[in-house]
Every structure is written in structure tokens, then in C-alpha cells.
């Protein structure tokens, strides 16, 4: 009778190899989906009341989403160009560089977005660690 060690490290290598190639590219999908769905969704509270009211909607459109990779990070970047967009969020009070005394209260869009959008990219990049997604 022969006696030795047997081992699968080969398939479970091969398994690995390609559950890693699979990663970067699902992370990417998902990252794009909420950044815009977290751009969306604060356009949507920048609509009117809680949120800023709208008047021209140019401040409603200079929102946009980028996303990146760098060898193996995806990030995704959602933001404005527009001044008023921390004085919208989290008012104002005092003087401008014109003197001209504000009383502004916050009308936050972009946290409650975030807040609504969070739980869902996590538990999206959750089934992408658990190999869920297809």
C-alpha cells in the first residue's frame, strides 16, 4: 500500500485566480452604478424644499460623478463645481466678503443622500466579497 499527502492546491488555486480576476471588475461596475445613483439622488434633493429651491437649475446640473481606478483601487468621486454648494448644505451666518450680513439655514441634500444610498453600495460591494454577484 502507498502512503502520501494528496492535495487539491491546484484547484484551489485556480479557483482563487479566477475569483480574483472577477473582483476589480465587479467593484468597478458597482462603483459606477452609485456614484450615479448618489449623483441622482442628490439632484433629486436639490429640487425644492428640504433641499434647496431651484430657480435656474444650473446648480442642479453642475453635479456630476467620476470614477477611477489605479491599479487596483476603484474610487468614485461625486461633487460640484458650484461656490454655494457648503452654503446650501450647511448654511450661513455672518458676513460675505461684501459685507452683506446672512442668516442662511442649512438645506441639506447631499447627506441625506448619502445616508439613503450608503447601505445599499455596501451591501452591493458585500456580495462582491462574497462572490454573489454574477
Known amino acids: 500500500m502507498t502512503q502520501g499527502a494528496y492535495s487539491n492546491a491546484a484547484q ?12 476589480l471588475p465587479q467593484t468597478l461596475s458597482v462603483v459606477r ?3 450615479m445613483l448618489l ?5 433629486a434633493n436639490a429640487s425644492g424644499r428640504p433641499g434647496p429651491n431651484v430657480i435656474t437649475g ?9 470614477v477611477h481606478v489605479a491599479g487596483d483601487v476603484v474610487t468614485g468621486v461625486v461633487g460640484t463645481s458650484k461656490p454655494q454648494g457648503r452654503r446650501l448644505e450647511y448654511g450661513y451666518v455672518g ?10 439655514p442649512p438645506r441639506a441634500h447631499v447627506g441625506p443622500a448619502v445616508e439613503t444610498v450608503r447601505p445599499l453600495f455596501v451591501e ?3 456580495r462582491v466579497v462574497d462572490g454573489r454577484l454574477p
Open 33 to 35: 452604478h452609485y456614484a
Open 124 to 126: 452591493a460591494l458585500g
Open 12 to 23: 484551489v488555486a485556480a479557483a482563487l485566480q479566477g475569483r480574483a480576476e472577477r473582483v
Open 58 to 66: 444650473d446648480y442642479r446640473r453642475s453635479w456630476t460623478h467620476e
Open 95 to 104: 458676513p460675505d466678503s461684501l459685507g452683506r450680513i446672512f442668516h442662511q
Open 39 to 43: 449623483e441622482t439622488r442628490i439632484k
